[in-house]
């Protein structure tokens, strides 16, 4: 088993370690053996050893559907201008957003990343709030089988590609035929799964505990049956939202900001309450990885935590040694 810290390719983020060999080497002080990446395009700090790179996450937007699609009608609905939808996308057309991508695929295949993590989920930032959903799971789940594709077709599979879960509409890991759905359809030799234990406690907002939380995770397992097989790997960590959720969903704050960057840094610490990227305390946490025997397991954990991001890690593989 691989086990990785979540960590950005961002200038800013790697300043305080001094370099990249310091963060390898605080890692695997703790036993870790690398860093699963994900580019910061405005401040690309690419330099990364290729040894510490043990996983890619690749680039994605939460909403993107209507962009993909290039649905005019709903994009100035809520976006108001092509000017403003050119600022948010870097560029108008669909084909920006595939170019986007293929060079973020490029840049994972120089880091010799064995796989790629790619999000299937749609949400605008008003749904966020609202939880109103804009498009079904089958529409999310076909946008992104037909995006997934074009920007895998030609590539040589020399890495696995791992579709990850979300709480919002597209790939919830909740449904089985939903899940058989997206990994049939992807034409590509390599495809698998990155369960993200966090998200799957968001589509519950009934768990309290994280023993629920850990009961529940295993339940959609068991649900999944043999195709439970296709989960490569795990984004571990725990995410009790279910109180915020039941105290501040269904509108807009009143006080929401009309323009789009402003709304979104409000909507981005909204988000960040519900979709906590806690460290595990509960040791009944292993059950989880006992079950899956992932090939790959990644600390996705934030740094809004006593010690930081270093000291989520801590604390979670603390964790992981009472089992």
């Keep these: 088993m691989i086990q990785s ?35 910061d395009p405005d401040d690309l700090a690419a330099d990364v050893p290729l040894h510490l790179v043990t996983g890619y996450h690749l680039t994605f937007y939460p909403d993107w559907v209507d962009f993909w699609r290039q649905d005019e009608k709903a994009l100035l609905r809520k976006f108001r201008s092509w000017e403003e939808v050119e600022k948010i996308y870097r560029g108008q057309r669909s084909e920006d957003l595939m170019a ?6 490029a840049l994972a295949q120089k880091l010799k990343a064995p796989y790629l993590v790619f999000h299937v989920s749609d949400v605008s930032l008003e749904e966020g709030y609202t939880y109103r959903w804009l498009h079904s799971d089958k529409e999310v789940l076909d946008a992104a089988i037909d995006f997934a594709n074009e920007l895998l077709r030609g590539v040589e599979p020399g890495f696995e590609f791992l579709v990850e879960n979300q709480w919002w509409p597209g790939f919830t890991f909740t449904e089985p035929e939903k899940t058989a759905y997206l990994l049939e359809r992807i034409d590509y030799p390599r ?4 369960l993200d234990t966090g998200h799957l406690m968001n589509t519950n907002r009934q768990i309290k505990t994280q023993k629920q939380g850990i009961a529940y995770i295993l ?77 790959y397991l990644t600390h996705e954990l934030s ?9 989520a890690l801590k604390r979670q593989l603390t964790t992981l040694r009472k089992r």
């Excluded at 305080?16 to 860093?35: F, I, N, T």
């Excluded at 495809?191 to 990155?194: F, I, K, L, R, T």
């Excluded at 979104?264 to 610490?269: I, K, M």
């Design 5 to 39: 810290l979540n960590f950005p390719l961002s200038q800013y983020c790697i300043r305080p370690y001094g370099s990249w060999e310091a963060l390898g080497k605080q890692v695997r002080a703790l036993g870790l053996d690398g860093l699963e990446v994900i580019a």
């Design 100 to 105: 986007q991508f293929r060079e973020d695929l």
């Design 191 to 194: 495809v698998g799964v990155m």
């Design 219 to 295: 339940e959609m397992l068991d649900r999944h049956g043999s195709l439970a097989e296709r989960v490569r790997g795990l984004h571990f960590h725990q995410s009790l939202s279910g109180g915020y959720c039941r105290h501040n969903l269904g509108a807009l704050p009143p006080d929401f900001p009309e323009e789009y960057f402003a709304a979104f840094a409000v909507s981005y610490g909204h988000i960040q309450h519900i979709d906590r990227h806690r460290p595990w305390t509960e040791p009944l946490c292993a059950a989880i990885i006992d079950r899956v025997g992932p090939e």
């Design 303 to 311: 740094g809004g935590y006593p010690g930081g991001q270093m000291g």
